[in-house]
Structure formats: structure tokens, C-alpha cells
């Protein structure tokens, strides 16, 4: 590329691969540095067997969405593990407020609670 023919670097020249998208100007990561941005991440590598079928629509919407299908999954998960959490505390909170007290009130809080219930 001559310097007649240099493109400027805008964010329209990234975006549609004018600038970053020759292939001489890639390489693959050293393990080393995958392994950095690993921990950077907090990413684990596993192995999982999927339906052939799910991963194609995965992979489908991603491309809908203009990201990876590994991502993608990894986000669907994520969302998946944050909202049974949520449903596992809400349904423990509850559980917990239907319970009838097991022990008696100690004697001076019992006494205000008998003496509010009169007054109410």
C-alpha cells in the first residue's frame, strides 16, 4: 500500500473492514497470551456435547446478531445461571417468611408484642 493509498483510520474505516482486515496482518496468539486473556476473562475451557441442531441455531442467530456463536451461548448461559439463581433465593426467601416462628419471643419483646396486639 503506497502512501497515496492510505486509508485514514476512522471508525467507518474499521467497521467496514477498509482498515484490520488483511490477512497479512494476522496471526494466531501465542498460548501464552491466550492463556493471559483467559485469566483477564476469568474463562475456563470446557468440552460439552450439544445437539447438532441446537448449535446450528446457535450459530444462526449469531450471525442474526452479528456476534459468535460461542459467545453467544456463553451469554445464553450466563443469563440462564443468573435467573435460576434468583429463582432459588426468591423461592428460599419465601419459604422462609411462611415459616411460623419456632421459638417463643423473649420475655420483654414478648410483652410489647402482647401489648401492641391489645392497643391494635
Known sequence: ????????????AWDTDALGNEDD??????????EQI???LCLQSISIRLEKSLI?????????H??????LMRDALKRFAK?????IVSGFVESQRNLKPQKKLPKPEQ???????KTA
Do not use: C, H, W
Request: net charge negative; glycine share 4%; aromatic share 10%.
Open 38 to 40: 483467559d485469566e483477564a
Open 111 to 117: 410483652t410489647y408484642v402482647e401489648k401492641q396486639r
Open 83 to 87: 435467573a435460576e439463581m434468583k429463582n
Open 1 to 12: 500500500m503506497s502512501a497515496t493509498d492510505k486509508i485514514l483510520g476512522t471508525e467507518e
Open 25 to 34: 496482518y494476522v496471526r494466531v496468539a501465542s498460548a501464552e497470551i491466550t
Open 66 to 71: 452479528d456476534v459468535g456463536y460461542q459467545p
Open 56 to 64: 446450528e441455531e446457535f450459530k444462526v442467530l449469531a450471525e442474526f
